[in-house]
């Protein structure tokens, strides 16, 4: 096929390296950034710089771009891609872009597939990107508004390129989980390194520390839209976090050990039933 | 140094470990459990079971209990400790500690250091106490009431047996900073898991998720002591991150894009700094 890939960034440029080193599969590339273009060329995981008006020449087109950016790309350069072509998007929520997609996408006759791999760096653009971002990652899919066979070829190229775990969903529901396994740790592991403390840290760190606040580097731009694009599950989890939090400051507040250890059990224990079952799904 | 290791769980089975190892120093060990004793003895890490009385042995006794066993230990058995001992113990919080401890250390004549070894695992136990638990770690030392003589001898010892950092700091400060480093993670970690969304995670998880809920899995009797000797510390934390969050709920709530923004920057710069900070302590 004749993938074209739209934005080269991080995820865009994993895209390119991983499917231009592990299938046969011919890329063209496109970026609003002419240096990122070429690395990508010389690089050799682009074959071809397109324009928009190229996209004509792609089989399968991946948007790689940030939300909004991506929207407003596909409503204005839709029209460029050939009918029956298969076109999906890589964002991290899925019910509001799919609202804005899939009218534009039966407009032209395309064949849309929402997408979302959960890989990521802390850094972004072109020059983290990696070939292996995606091993041992998961690729949500997501059904609505797309054609099974649609579904089926871009499932390919994700196990093709090296991600473990193919997931097939709606888009409600991928972003009622997201929220909690995803953007909720991004908001608690920012929001944890708002303590003064932090700058006395030198000497008193393991690795909870470490995991605790290792994603509080993000993209703010992109993360903003993330967070706004799907308010009601993410606030639901936040809320409820906090609601767990308050009940841990009232045990230690009251020098309550009873409450202290009922509430570190049920914790405890969730997490014991969760490892668990991910070995049952290993099994 | 004929050195007496009192409890060989996780702690003082990595020390046993990592002295009979790395070290040319004679171990002798005592635990509750027979098992625990004859498996340490087996495996080469102690060369003698000693009871209470047989600790005037030692040249140097380690207390690797849990805060009130060992403190109750100590009050019951520092009498068979001869004088000018050295004597540490390595409990996560210390000045709820010392506060018992130094008066019966006085009292004894004993030569007592608080200390805090900064490593763990989720899991609990002789079994898995490793000979390279504390490698890349940090040993942190409390002054008060110490001799510095004692304090010298025990930071070489540490250094010996692996210990990447070694800070000398007061049990106050230790309290405060390990409140946010340590404490409140494993608080943050066990409510994190508190969600029924957790039960729906599967296919949807990435890095953040992993690192965000690891140390929800802990010893419950052994951190809800440690939480309850740092109560002021560890509310104010507390109270701090729950405010942080309930800002990110306001904007999530109200769509509100700028302080959204907003919060998400001043919780990445904060990060960046601080990987600044550890990029220069490492130069």
Same mark, same amino acid.
């Given at each position: 096929?004749?993938?074209?890939?739209?934005?080269?960034?991080?995820?865009?440029?994993?895209?390119?390296?991983?499917?231009?080193?592990?299938?046969?599969?011919?890329?063209?590339?496109?970026?609003?950034?002419?240096?990122? +273009?070429?690395?990508?060329?010389?690089?050799?995981?682009?074959?071809? &710089?397109?324009?928009?008006? %190229?996209?004509?020449?792609?089989?399968?087109?991946?948007?790689?771009?940030?939300? !909004?950016? #991506?929207?407003?790309?596909?409503?204005?350069?839709?029209?460029?891609? @050939? @009918?029956?072509?298969?076109?999906?998007?890589? +964002?991290?929520?899925?019910?509001?872009?799919?609202?804005?997609?899939?009218?534009?996408?039966? %407009?032209?006759?395309?064949?849309?597939?929402?997408?979302?791999?959960?890989?990521?760096?802390?850094?972004?653009?072109?020059?983290?990107?990696?070939?292996?971002?995606?091993?041992?990652?998961?690729?949500?899919?997501?059904? /609505?508004?797309?054609?099974?066979?649609? &579904?089926?070829? &871009?499932?390919?190229?994700?196990?093709?390129?090296?991600?473990?775990?193919? !997931?097939?969903?709606?888009?409600?529901?991928?972003?009622?989980?997201?929220?909690?396994?995803? %953007?909720?740790?991004?908001?608690?592991?920012?929001?944890? +390194?708002?303590?003064?403390?932090?700058?006395?840290?030198?000497?008193?760190?393991?690795?909870?520390?470490?995991?605790?606040?290792?994603?509080?580097?993000?993209?703010?731009?992109?993360?903003?839209?993330?967070?706004?694009?799907?308010?009601?599950?993410?606030?639901?989890?936040?809320?409820?976090?906090? %609601?767990? #939090?308050?009940?841990?400051?009232?045990?230690? /507040?009251?020098?309550?050990?009873?409450?202290?250890?009922?509430?570190? @059990?049920?914790?405890?224990?969730?997490?014991?039933?969760?490892?668990?079952?991910?070995?049952?799904?290993?099994?």
């Amino acid at each position: 096929m004749n993938i074209c890939i739209v934005g080269l960034g991080l995820i865009g440029g994993s895209f390119a390296k991983a499917i231009s080193k592990k299938t046969s599969h011919f890329c063209m590339g496109m970026d609003t950034n002419t240096d990122t +273009c070429n690395k990508a060329l010389a690089d050799g995981v682009i074959k071809q &710089v397109v324009t928009p008006e %190229q996209m004509s020449l792609a089989d399968m087109v991946i948007l790689a771009l940030q939300p !909004k950016t #991506l929207v407003q790309f596909f409503k204005n350069n839709a029209k460029h891609i @050939k @009918k029956g072509t298969i076109v999906f998007d890589t +964002c991290g929520v899925k019910k509001a872009v799919l609202d804005e997609m899939l009218p534009v996408a039966n %407009q032209y006759g395309l064949r849309f597939v929402g997408a979302h791999p959960m890989a990521g760096r802390e850094f972004s653009g072109y020059d983290y990107s990696l070939e292996s971002l995606f091993d041992k990652a998961s690729f949500i899919v997501t059904t /609505d508004g797309a054609e099974q066979t649609a &579904v089926d070829v &871009v499932c390919d190229l994700a196990k093709q390129i090296g991600f473990a775990t193919i !997931k097939v969903t709606d888009a409600n529901h991928h972003d009622k989980v997201i929220a909690y396994t995803s %953007q909720l740790a991004h908001i608690v592991s920012n929001s944890y +390194c708002k303590s003064d403390t932090i700058n006395q840290k030198e000497g008193f760190c393991a690795g909870s520390f470490a995991d605790m606040t290792r994603v509080g580097k993000l993209d703010v731009k992109l993360w903003t839209e993330l967070f706004l694009a799907n308010p009601r599950h993410l606030g639901d989890e936040l809320g409820n976090l906090i %609601q767990k #939090l308050t009940q841990f400051k009232t045990a230690i /507040d009251n020098n309550d050990a009873t409450l202290l250890s009922q509430l570190l @059990k049920e914790g405890n224990d969730i997490k014991v039933k969760s490892l668990a079952d991910e070995q049952k799904q290993k099994a």
